[in-house]
């Protein structure tokens, strides 16, 4: 256990954390904590969440939440002789998070931006015609945005 164990930082609002991007990798069970975590109002200890995970160890779920707390997906602090882990950001914050690591990792690796550009509205125009005009008016808040921000 590191130094920091028992350190608890603050819940994240607006933007996850830089360091979610490099957490992108998340295997099932990972997944599946996490679900579970923020689908409580409260922090949750192994034993609590072991009570979901029918058939699963103690230890393997105290493992991937030991792995999941390394990867700055959560937070946790002691209660006891045990740990409580929340997640350090809502699902929202760090889907958000992880699309806009991928899209700027695509963008960078190639030359011709206009066609992972293309491929996105059509991916939005193939799921959703209406997110079309969400996607123009979202292109048009930034563009106002940063022309305020150059002012």
Partial sequence: ?????????????GNAPGPLRNGAGLGPLETRLLELLWARSQ????RELQRACPGLAYTTIMTTLDRLYRKRLLLRHRDGR???????C??????????????SDL?????????ILSMLVRAVK??????????????Q???RRRRSDLE
């Avoid at 922090?43 to 192994?46: C, P, R």
């Avoid at 045990?82 to 350090?88: K, N």
């Avoid at 690796?109 to 206009?114: I, P, R």
């Fill in 141 to 143: 808040a930034e563009r």
């Fill in 90 to 103: 809502s699902r929202d914050e760090l889907l958000s998070e992880l699309v806009s690591g991928h899209v």
């Fill in 43 to 46: 922090a949750a200890t192994v």
């Fill in 1 to 13: 256990m590191g130094k920091n164990d028992g350190d608890v930082s603050p819940r994240t609002h």
């Fill in 126 to 139: 193939d799921t959703d015609a209406a997110l079309l005009d969400q996607l123009d008016a979202l292109v």
């Fill in 107 to 115: 963008l960078g690796a190639s030359e011709q931006c206009t066609v």
């Fill in 82 to 88: 045990a740990f409580v882990y929340e997640p350090r």
